[in-house]
DNA sequence: GTGAAAGCGCTAACAG
DNA sequence: CTGTTAGCGCTTTCAC
């Protein structure tokens, strides 16, 4: 391994002279500038950032916790977000928490050890265990965490563009498959979807009844039997359009709709969550709510390094329309 | 930041002692180890990685590099590799290449600078650029890399398997739809599947003919004018199976023939490559070669850490029959 | 503008 | 068995 003090040598200054160039420092002279560069060339040195890192007292890492770096919304999060890190000349080290806290909490103090330059969490549960970062520059991604900066799309928004579409749809018999309540994304884009209805009711919509609510969990495996129970029902019962809380469910969603016979969308209107890419690739196309990814990690990147900063980023998510919602056929209603 | 000397001095003991039962190290008497874990348990002392790595030349970091975390087969990797990862204390930072050999040696030479236990790659493109990695300990997945350890699914039996599947379902007429030729994953499973076709020519089964082949890429956008002037073709010259060398491409082609009016499995057979989650729940439920991510995971890091090991692991595939392979239809020859 | 030197937190000789 | 100490590669005072 090739030294500072090798460079040092080899360009007949100090160290402290190549440490100066190399950490672009501008107090130095520029026919020493030029000797020392040359020498680096010469080299091929690199500084250790290891050794950089103990001195400073902070690494050039990034700390990424996800729940399931596997779930494609979040592997598409974490692309972007090495791509913009390694702009900054950060590296990302990413831990999976499987959505337990307690995973959670073992793998920030294990990260910690490596004084990164900051923390970028996707929490796995709710709000309250909300401080392991100790004084570590943290932001929260998707969810809220403790009361660090959040950056994440509107869900609350998100629901409600779902919602609107479908009514706007003319769908009356509605039902929602929500993902765990625990968890504030799931929650807020319940919410907003709901909320849609309650201000259709009260602006003399009363034909729009509450959307039947199915409780889920966030992947492809739902409560199947819930829902069989609810594709079987009879005609003029069943709901005509499903709301689901991810594009995941909603692949879910489709696959369980076509074993019972179930044509989507001319049976059923579904609409997703996320825009992941494999949405527009499905057999019919689905109908979601696309998450700006791209700007969410370059606003978590750069939340992150502006270290002043204290606020959040709530970023619109916009409605995608595609094959899998229809305007509901009146055999239907 | 509580040290080394905190806990020493806490204990009333030297910080080698400290060093010593922290890093398991047996000479401990048990009463100054007993003061030491009080110590350290009452400070919340936590060794700091970026010293000891420092001290050790060493991190505890796996560093992996992969073209691109957003490809369901790789984040699935990266999830088990993370997991296994993590039970042996070793962290992982990710990098994505793009596929781009040339970014594939900068995040080399950047990663290097961390001392990395080891390097986990997933090559980029083709062999030639093949040791970028100096003496660190390196591990090829999925495709060879220079002459380093190799930990992958046996590509070419896959490609056998799959062609074997197709022809014993009766299929004559059958195309490949090949991924990008420099990488040998797509190579081999290619090689592998017409080597079938070869060896039943010269065992008395004429009436196969060469597969047709079809260049594609190797995500989901593939090359919709060639393949659409196959769909079209004429009923008794079009093939009534196609297989495709991943997944990606199986979807992109289930939702291409979809879109001209091609019904899997009844018009068309479709078999893919990998297994990724996903593949359970297309429309229909698509047929393929399963990788066995978990063990290759399993065994890529555990060759890793067995840094004396010279030894590569090809693990088998299987096949995952579902529902859009089927027996050839008589009206279809 | 530059060199010398201290020291980040830790481990591993080495001496006792 | 335990304490002392040098030093991993780097940055940053502090003198000059």
């Not at 009363?206 to 199947?224: K, M, Q, R, T």
Request: neutral net charge.
């Amino acid at each position: 391994m090739v030294t500072i003090r090798d460079v040092a040598k080899h360009a007949g200054v100090s160290v402290g002279t190549v440490s100066r160039v190399v950490s672009k420092n501008l107090t130095v002279s520029s026919k020493m500038r030029a000797a020392v560069e040359a020498a680096i060339l010469e080299l091929g040195y690199k500084p250790n950032l290891i050794a950089r890192s103990l001195r400073n007292a902070k690494s050039n890492i990034i700390a990424l916790i996800v729940p399931d770096i596997a779930n494609p919304h979040f592997s598409q999060l974490a692309l972007h977000i090495e791509t913009v890190a390694s702009r900054f000349g950060l590296m990302v080290v990413v831990a999976n928490t499987h959505g337990d806290v307690e995973v959670e909490r073992k793998q920030i103090a294990t990260l910690s050890t490596l004084t990164p330059t900051g923390f970028l969490i996707i929490p796995a549960g709710s709000n309250p265990t909300g401080n392991q970062t100790g004084n570590i520059r943290t932001v929260a991604v998707d969810r809220p965490y403790g009361d660090h900066p959040l950056v994440s799309a509107d869900h609350y928004a998100g629901g409600r563009l779902a919602a609107a579409h479908l009514i706007g749809l003319g769908h009356r018999r509605i039902a929602y498959l929500s993902g765990p309540e625990e968890l504030s994304v799931a929650h807020n884009r319940k919410e907003g979807f709901l909320s849609v209805f309650d201000e259709a009711r009260q602006n003399g919509k009363p034909d729009l009844s509450v959307p039947e609510l199915i409780a889920g969990g966030f992947d492809y495996a739902l409560d199947a039997e819930t829902l069989t129970k609810l594709l079987l029902k009879p005609i003029c019962q069943r709901p005509t359009a499903i709301a689901t809380s991810n594009d995941q469910q909603a692949i879910g969603l489709m696959r369980l709709a076509r074993d019972h016979g179930v044509s989507v969308p001319r049976d059923l209107t579904v609409i997703g969550f996320d825009d992941v890419p494999l949405a527009s690739l499905t057999i019919p196309r689905l109908t979601t709510i696309a998450q700006p990814v791209q700007a969410i990690a370059e606003r978590a990147v750069i939340t992150l390094l502006d270290t002043e900063s204290t606020n959040s980023s709530i970023l619109q998510p916009v409605l995608k329309q595609r094959e899998t919602s229809l305007t509901v056929s009146g055999w239907l209603v």
